[in-house]
């Protein structure tokens, strides 16, 4: 089956450490994102990566870090200089990265907590 | 800005009563619009979306949405909802980032409770 994986699901990290959270797609899209999610504020983006060896910046960028060595995979890094990371985190990807093949399909999150 | 506004936070119908969950959107030409369903602790499912030509739009799970651009509007709606609603729903539209990509904005969210 097609689609996106997230690992971890749980994700507990002691304060001042960095943690690594795992995106996959084997759909073959080109764009992948990963979004911060907490209650009531809705979904923000963090960093999106148009093509491999590329990403951008999103809204809320500081405190976090990724790479994009295969079309598959995006992982995120939640550094020490994150202030408040505990949330919700979901990653996302689409076809292209603009035009009518844009449509973000959803992995399953991770729910990272800092301890 | 850009923005995605759902005025409702919380909505509370009955099993079998029909459902209207409102989105305005403020940009300077009309966006790509999308309604996603997100259940407790899972990711995002897509219901919808809007890109261009026919107003109504249907979805999956009986769903529809309208466009309507006087009004800057993208409602979603169900004629009878199922308990198997119950689930928060975002409204989304596209904003343009980096060298033309796209990018989504998101509503707030509107949590839907079924009263049995």
């Known amino acids: 089956d097609g689609g996106i994986t997230q690992s971890p699901k749980y994700l507990f990290r002691k304060e001042g450490q960095n943690v690594t959270l795992s995106c996959e797609q084997n759909?073959?899209?080109?764009?992948m994102y990963w979004y911060r999610q907490d209650p009531g504020q809705g979904l923000r983006l963090i960093y999106y990566s148009q093509i491999v060896n590329d990403f951008q910046k999103g809204d809320i960028a500081e405190g976090y870090s990724v790479s994009r060595e295969k079309k598959e995979s995006f992982p995120l890094t939640v550094t020490s200089a994150q202030k408040n990371p505990t949330a919700f985190y979901l990653c996302?990807?689409?076809?292209?990265?603009?035009?009518?093949?844009?449509?973000?399909?959803f992995g399953p999150g991770t729910r990272l907590t800092v301890l | 800005a850009q923005s995605v506004t759902q005025p409702d936070i919380h909505i509370t119908v009955s099993e079998g009563a029909s459902l209207e969950l409102r989105c305005n959107y403020s940009y300077g030409a009309t966006p790509y619009l999308f309604w996603y369903v997100q259940s407790p602790g899972q990711g995002l499912q897509l219901l919808l979306k809007?890109?261009?030509?026919?107003?109504l739009v249907q979805g999956i799970k009986g769903f529809e949405a309208e466009f309507k651009r006087s009004q800057s509007s993208f409602n979603l709606r169900k004629p009878s909802v199922h308990w198997s609603d119950a689930a928060e729903y975002f409204c989304a539209a596209t904003s343009y980032g980096f060298q033309g990509a796209q990018k989504l904005v998101f509503g707030q969210g509107t949590r839907l409770t079924i009263n049995p």
């Open positions: 996302a990807s689409s076809l292209r990265p603009s035009g009518s093949s844009y449509t973000q399909y």
């Open positions: 759909l073959n899209h080109d764009a």
């Open positions: 809007y890109f261009s030509g026919d107003t």
